[in-house]
């Protein structure tokens, strides 16, 4: 299976602020990796398709970069409700894997 | 608008088995693959099992091999997952995802006696 290694793992920051986080996949994943929020006790909510698709719905300070193996999410003006987990999945390989997860919080 | 609604966790005994489901509204159903993904206490999320639209083509991760099923019934809008053998460390809580996009909010299942 692909690995999935994502940092940070706790970031701490203030309503907003720029913040990125990353997700470096164990070989290339051709650009399928999506991004997702989860908050405690809701459902995971897909952000971000395939690098840089933006989910209908989802505002435009979250955006997506990358390739090969190296990809970053980034909330550009981070907003109160933007506290949350992140996460990364890959699905260019079956299985999907999933990065461990990046919990942002209120600084 | 995409509403995944997952039930039948719980406590069971080492050994023992639970079915869950998850009922689906909001989109065709038949047209999906589905799957379910499980996060353990502390731990990652890591995939689980993951069916076809049609229920023709079924994938698990080895860990769960030969003791779970995964299977759908497209006339109710329902995916189910059979766990059989259970042991402690299928301790999670199991989401049904539409592959990739849409998840419920899951349920916990607690294997312990």
């Known amino acids: 299976d692909i690995q999935m290694t994502q940092s940070p793992s706790f970031l701490s920051a203030s309503v907003g602020d720029r913040v990125t986080i990353n997700c470096k996949a164990s070989?290339?994943?051709?650009?399928?990796l999506n991004w997702y929020q989860q908050k405690l006790g809701e459902a995971p909510k897909r952000l971000i398709y395939?690098?840089?698709n933006l989910q209908t719905g989802i505002p435009s300070r979250f955006s997506g970069s990358g390739s090969g193996t190296d990809y970053t999410l980034t909330i550009s003006s981070l907003q109160p409700e933007d506290f949350a987990t992140y996460f990364c999945?890959?699905?260019?390989?079956?299985?999907?894997?999933f990065g461990a997860g990046t919990k942002l919080e209120l600084k | 608008e995409v509403q995944l609604v997952e039930s039948g966790g719980g406590l069971v005994q080492p050994g023992r088995s639970m079915k869950l489901s998850c009922a689906a509204s909001?989109?065709?159903?038949?047209?999906?693959?589905m799957a379910w993904v499980r996060q353990a206490p502390t731990k990652g999320l890591e995939w689980v099992a993951t069916?076809?639209?049609?229920?023709?083509?079924?994938y698990y991760r080895d860990s769960v091999k030969g003791r779970f099923t995964i299977s759908r019934d497209n006339a109710k809008s329902t995916l189910y997952l059979q766990m059989n053998s259970l042991r402690s460390e299928d301790t999670a809580t199991y989401y049904c995802?539409?592959?990739?996009?849409?998840w419920g909010q899951g349920v916990m299942v607690t294997v312990s006696s």
């Open positions: 995802t539409r592959v990739t996009d849409y």
């Open positions: 909001g989109f065709t159903f038949s047209n999906y693959g």
């Open positions: 069916i076809s639209y049609d229920g023709s083509s079924t």
């Open positions: 070989q290339n994943i051709n650009k399928y």
């Open positions: 395939n690098t840089n």
């Open positions: 999945l890959q699905h260019n390989s079956f299985p999907g894997t």
